[in-house]
């Protein structure tokens, strides 16, 4: 079974960049893709972005598209969410997930397998 750990949350200014990591831990060869949610407090959890594992492709909300880079480092089974121009909106709680089987999407959180514990990202205007 794999484990989720995120870290590299924080607060930061509107403009400015964090950078989130979620190290994999356990046997990660059966991964379809891994992701970013976030959930902001009264709202429902939402999807960031996405990554293949098997051909590194990638989508991403809208609302992140040209700022959030999702990346992932297979020696160091590390996935990385790079946050540029953060906006207010941004404010929640990351969590990394993983799923295993056909197809990822951003909207069905039920069909990820395993989820990390979450890291604090707070935007101030």
């Known amino acids: 079974q794999v484990h989720l750990v995120e870290s590299g949350g924080g607060s930061v200014q509107a403009g400015g960049s964090l950078r989130l990591s979620c190290a994999a831990y356990?046997?990660?060869?059966?991964?379809?893709?891994m992701a970013w949610f976030r959930q902001a407090p009264g709202k429902e959890r939402e999807g960031v972005a996405i990554?293949?594992?098997?051909?590194?492709?990638?989508i991403y909300a809208d609302s992140v598209k040209g700022r959030f880079t999702i990346s992932r480092d297979n020696a160091r089974d590390t996935l990385y969410l790079q946050m540029n121009s953060l906006q207010s909106e941004d404010t929640g709680m990351y969590y990394c997930?993983?799923?295993?089987?056909?197809?990822?999407?951003?909207?069905?959180?039920?069909?990820?397998?395993?989820w990390g514990q979450g890291t604090q990202v707070t935007v101030s205007s």
């Open positions: 997930a993983l799923k295993y089987g056909f197809g990822c999407t951003l909207t069905k959180t039920w069909e990820y397998n395993m």
């Open positions: 356990g046997f990660t060869d059966s991964i379809t893709c």
């Open positions: 990554l293949y594992t098997d051909d590194g492709s990638t």
